[in-house]
Antibody, heavy 124, light 109 residues
Framework: QLQLQESGSGLVKPSQTLSLTCAVS??????????WSWIRQPPGKGLEWIGY???????YYSPSLKNRVTISVDRSKNRFSLNLSSVTAADTAVYYC????????????????WGQGTVVTVSS | EIVLTQSPATLFLSPGERATLSCRAS??????LAWYQQKPGQAPRLLIY???NRATGVPARFSGSGSGTDFTFIISSLEPEDFAVYYC???????????FGGGTKVEIK
């Protein structure tokens, strides 16, 4: 059973870089055909897709964030990471990592596996 | 960027009633449309993918339909645990980019 767990700094100062990691268990991050995503949710608001990386290493980012986002995979540690630079208070949110457990779901870019989420606050 | 508009924003219903939620895309997304349920303090839960396919373990009272720009999500008979916020999500073809709708909150009347 694929499981995801986010970790990283819960408090980031304005203008600095937010860094989060998502540990993958119960499966391999190198599984073909699957993407590994980051999604966030500001307090009291809706969901926002940040971007994802495919097993082959191709990355795709939200147009509104692409100048500040980097998503990467560490195959040796079976995890993937998010870096978001030049953060402001608007980047305060719960950050989720997400993926798919089977090919039929992955093919539609839906996510049936989610981490529990980690709260990141941007404040000095 | 494709925009998803969900309506209504809030739906007040009683247990046992039928809930009908709408999601409209600003341009065609084919059948790349998913529906999620989110309860307070929890991660979203996938209910429907590919516009009409129920995810594993999702009860049959949840259904989705539509293609192109207009999609409908139905809960045939509301159970107490179904009162939550529901989001639709699409994937555009190229370059791949995902967006979520603003959500519909199903509240107890």
């Amino acid at each position: 059973q694929l499981q995801l767990q986010e970790s990283g700094s819960g408090l980031v100062k304005p203008s600095q870089t937010l860094s989060l990691t998502c540990a993958v268990s119960g499966g391999s991050i190198t599984s073909g055909g699957y993407s590994w995503s980051w999604i966030r949710q500001p307090p009291g608001k809706g969901l926002e897709w940040i971007g994802y990386i495919y097993h082959g290493g191709n990355t795709y980012y939200s147009p509104s964030l692409k100048n500040r986002v980097t998503i990467s995979v560490d195959r040796s540690k079976n995890r993937f990471s998010l870096n978001l630079s030049s953060v402001t208070a608007a980047d305060t949110a719960v950050y989720y990592c997400a993926s798919a457990s089977r090919a039929a779901v992955a093919a539609t870019d839906a996510f049936d596996i989610w981490g529990q989420g980690t709260v990141v606050t941007v404040s000095s | 960027e494709i925009v998803l508009t969900q309506s209504p924003a809030t739906l007040f219903l009683s247990p046992g009633e039928r809930a009908t939620l709408s999601c409209r895309a600003s341009q065609s997304v084919s059948s790349y449309l998913a529906w999620y349920q989110q309860k307070p303090g929890q991660a979203p839960r996938l209910l429907i993918y590919g516009a009409s396919n129920r995810a594993t373990g999702v009860p049959a009272r949840f259904s989705g339909s539509g293609s192109g720009t207009d999609f409908t999500f139905i809960i045939s008979s509301l159970e107490p645990e179904d009162f939550a916020v529901y989001y639709c999500q699409q994937r555009s073809n190229w370059p791949p980019a995902l967006t979520f709708g603003g959500g519909t909150k199903v509240e107890i009347k």
